[in-house]
């Protein structure tokens, strides 16, 4: 299994609130992801990145903030949360190269409620 | 930009039944494509992966899936179900093999049936 942690898993907070979840990989790949994932709607990307410091936008990317300081941390900020904020997220990784090929690996998912 | 539409949001299957779950796609670019899978409470495994190398593609736990460029399809199948394989699946495609551009399907959530 890919070493990926995602914290927390669980987190329940209020309106307006700050959040922020982290993804911490042991690969060293280049390639970091969030996902949100709701029914219906399959999994939409928020932001990734390709490497220290280089991010950019998803489709849904609006509300959010992303870091990446290191290699193996990505966070992602909720500086206001939202009620339609409520939603399961998945980091992921990927890497190109060598015997990597890009496909995307996945944390276990942090559920974020917002009252 | 890429698009997936996966047809049929459920699927229910006697256990030694084929599978058969579709999925359509739209793609400017020749494409990448993908099965993953998801068991409750945990994130996505792949399954397979169509990367243009043969369009019959073998994954793990005895899917496979056909890309066929005339009917724009991907659809995952399996000869005969067994109870495990209960989950939600997922197709997805992308242009680029960087994989920043990935579009999911909403899913189909497979039920196996005694």
């Known amino acids: 299994d890919a070493g990926i942690t995602q914290s927390p898993r669980h987190k329940v907070t209020e309106t307006g609130t700050p959040v922020t979840l982290r993804c911490h990989q042991t690969?060293?790949?280049?390639?970091m992801y969030w996902y949100r994932q709701d029914p219906g709607h399959g999994l939409r990307l928020i932001h990734y990145?390709?490497?220290?410091?280089?991010?950019d936008k998803g489709e849904v990317s609006d509300g959010y903030s992303v870091s990446r300081s290191k290699t193996e941390d990505f966070l992602l900020t909720l500086e206001s949360a939202t009620s339609s904020q409520t939603s399961v997220y998945f980091c992921?990784?990927?890497?190109?190269?060598?015997?990597?090929?890009?496909?995307?690996?996945f944390g276990e998912g942090s559920r974020l409620t917002v009252l | 930009a890429q698009s997936v539409t996966q047809l049929g949001s459920h699927v229910s299957v006697s256990e030694g039944a084929l599978v058969l779950l579709r999925c359509n796609y739209s793609?400017?670019?020749?494409?990448?494509l993908f099965w993953y899978v998801q068991y409750p409470n945990q994130g996505l495994q792949l399954l397979l992966k169509?990367?243009?190398?043969?369009?019959l593609v073998k994954g793990i736990n005895g899917f496979e899936a056909e890309f066929k460029k005339s009917e724009t399809s991907f659809h995952l199948t399996k000869p005969s179900a067994h109870m495990s394989d209960a989950a939600e699946y997922f197709c997805a495609v992308s242009g680029t093999i960087w994989n920043n551009d990935m579009r999911f399907g909403a899913g189909t959530r497979l039920t196996v049936k005694p």
């Open positions: 690969e060293n790949h280049r390639y």
């Open positions: 793609s400017s670019v020749p494409p990448y």
């Open positions: 990145s390709y490497g220290v410091k280089d991010t």
């Open positions: 992921a990784i990927s890497e190109v190269g060598g015997s990597n090929t890009g496909e995307l690996f």
């Open positions: 169509y990367t243009s190398a043969a369009t």
